[in-house]
């Protein structure tokens, strides 16, 4: 993630500049701080279309999975009209279909419960990650504006 490194670059020169006694105070070529900052802008909507293509994905595994669960039934269903022929046969049959029918409900939940904490996982991470680069933004703005 390239806003990462722009932000470890921001801290480097944070860490590696002139300090100023008693003040807790640095002193950073303003240059290489503005410019760093502004590549962090252009970065940062990169991160966002990260963000927008893991949300994507997030309703393509649950669509992908809803898909999968109705195919089941439909399987389910179609075995179940086949084995209608003798009375026997037609109660196993309606038992066997009961059987998959939970099974795919039961499978197709676990999907979704799945995709849904597996999506739900990276978007906090990516928020957590765009709340820090911002947090540090918004620190370092105040840091210069304090310089002046």
């Given at each position: 993630?390239?806003?990462?490194?722009?932000?470890?670059?921001?801290?480097?020169?944070?860490?590696?500049?002139?300090?100023?006694?008693?003040?807790?105070?640095?002193?950073?070529?303003?240059?290489?701080?503005?410019?760093i900052i502004k590549e962090i802008r252009i970065h940062l909507p990169d991160e966002i279309k990260q963000a927008q293509w893991i949300k994507e994905e997030r309703q393509k595994i649950l669509i992908e999975a809803q898909q999968e669960a109705d195919l089941i039934l439909e399987e389910a269903n179609k075995h179940i009209r086949e084995m209608v022929e003798e009375d026997e046969i037609t109660k196993k049959a309606q038992k066997q279909a009961e059987d998959i029918v939970k099974q795919a409900q039961s499978s197709a939940k676990e999907m979704r419960i799945g995709a849904r904490e597996y999506v739900d996982q990276l978007l906090g991470l990516t928020e957590e990650k765009l709340l820090e680069v911002i947090g540090t933004i918004k620190e370092n703005r105040s840091e210069i504006k304090e310089m002046k």
């Amino acid at each position: 993630m390239r806003v990462l490194k722009l932000i470890e670059e921001l801290e480097d020169i944070i860490e590696n500049g002139s300090s100023i006694p008693f003040a807790n105070k640095v002193m950073v070529d303003r240059n290489d701080a503005l410019e760093i900052i502004k590549e962090i802008r252009i970065h940062l909507p990169d991160e966002i279309k990260q963000a927008q293509w893991i949300k994507e994905e997030r309703q393509k595994i649950l669509i992908e999975a809803q898909q999968e669960a109705d195919l089941i039934l439909e399987e389910a269903n179609k075995h179940i009209r086949e084995m209608v022929e003798e009375d026997e046969i037609t109660k196993k049959a309606q038992k066997q279909a009961e059987d998959i029918v939970k099974q795919a409900q039961s499978s197709a939940k676990e999907m979704r419960i799945g995709a849904r904490e597996y999506v739900d996982q990276l978007l906090g991470l990516t928020e957590e990650k765009l709340l820090e680069v911002i947090g540090t933004i918004k620190e370092n703005r105040s840091e210069i504006k304090e310089m002046k």
